[in-house]
């Protein structure tokens, strides 16, 4: 029943009381006086049932609202995830997802590139396959001391692709756990080390001094510094954030603590400080401005200084209040892979030594 169609039944029972009101009076008054209180209580139940009416609509109103709002989440929750899977699909770099027995799950185009075969062919497959007969054994001891293992493993490995030449691979190996610290997956990162090797071995072409560009002179900006070994805690209370943000710093070396909330952050900072904070703005409970601004706090108290950025979905609304509330970078949530790696790089050189 409709709002107005129980509010005209209210008003029809309310004139049906009026009419029953009027006959009372030709009753005697022993019986005017019963009817009297009957309709009064009659009266009164309508009224509560009136209150309660307007109490249900308000709710069901109160309700439209947070179903919409929770479908507006989903909706930008699902297209981020769909940005960071098309992050993932169509990197330059060669990725892998396996389980703890180096089962492919998942494979980017990267790496179907490099192992000369189809991308949905290598969901299901044993990477085992595609490393050469003469380092497959010890493949195989890596990933059975991975357990043990809680560092970036960097494996040199000769990969074969399908009908092509075995070619010299370095394997970046991060190590996913669950909470009782069973391992759910592997990151691989794959990068050719002859293409490197091609680079470093080219001998340097002769050339007349007359014939160098002026701008070749000018000296070369230093490359970043190395970020093997760097620790950063990464704050997001998105699953699919923390894995995308883990898997883009760990194939660089850097070892990656992720945390979902606010106050895993700060228990976090009880066992260790960290060269860079990553943190998300928006949270529940506890956003990324309160948690930032009691890590400066507990840097006045302690001595200790920690560079820090902050990811947000709202670039241009949120930039200035992170950058006051003492976040030193602000990067939006969908950036690139090499964007997040220059990003933690230039923060790194900030720490103090």
């Known amino acids: 029943m409709s709002d107005e169609l129980f509010r005209q039944q209210i008003q029809i029972i309310n004139r049906q009381m009026a009419i029953l009101h009027s006959y009372m009076l030709q009753l005697s008054p022993a019986l005017q006086k019963q009817v009297s209180e009957v309709l009064e209580e009659t009266a009164a139940a309508l009224g ?51 389980d703890a027995n180096g089962l492919i799950l998942e494979a980017n185009r990267a790496i179907a590139t490099l192992l000369n075969v189809p991308q949905s062919y290598l969901p299901g497959k044993p990477l085992a396959n595609y490393i050469t007969q003469r380092d497959r054994t010890r493949f195989r001891t890596l990933i059975n001391q991975l357990p043990v293992v809680s560092d970036v493993q960097n494996w040199e490995m000769n990969l074969c692709p399908r009908q092509s030449e075995p070619f010299a691979a370095l394997l970046k190996v991060a190590v996913a756990r669950d909470n009782s610290g069973f391992i759910q997956a592997l990151r691989i990162g794959v990068h050719d080390i002859n293409e490197y090797k091609q680079v470093v071995t080219q001998p340097a072409l002769a050339l007349n001094p007359e014939d160098i560009p002026a701008q070749v002179t000018t000296p070369l900006t230093q490359l970043p510094q190395a970020l093997d070994g760097l620790q950063v805690l990464v704050v997001d209370d998105e699953a699919d954030a923390r894995e995308f943000i883990t898997a883009v710093l760990e194939s660089q070396g850097i070892h990656v603590t992720a945390v979902a909330t606010a106050a895993a952050a700060l228990e976090a900072l009880e066992q260790f400080h960290p060269d860079v904070l990553i943190s998300d703005i928006r949270m529940p409970y506890r956003d990324g401005y309160s948690l930032i601004r009691q890590v400066r706090e507990l840097e006045a108290q302690q001595g200790w200084s920690i560079p820090a950025a902050a990811l947000t979905a709202y670039l241009a609304e949120d930039r200035e209040k992170a950058i006051a509330a003492g976040f030193e970078s602000h990067l939006h949530k969908l950036a690139q892979p090499t964007q997040i790696i220059e990003m933690v790089t230039q923060l790194s050189r900030r720490a103090p030594t």
Do not use: G, K, W
Request: hydrophobic fraction near 35%; glycine fraction near 0%.
């Open 48 to 98: 509560n049932l009136q209150l309660i009416s307007e109490e249900m609509q308000t709710n069901l109103e109160a309700c439209a609202v947070v179903e919409e709002e929770l479908f507006q989440h989903n909706q930008q929750a699902m297209q981020e995830r769909q940005y960071y899977y098309d992050l993932f699909q169509f990197s330059p770099d060669a990725y892998l997802l396996t």
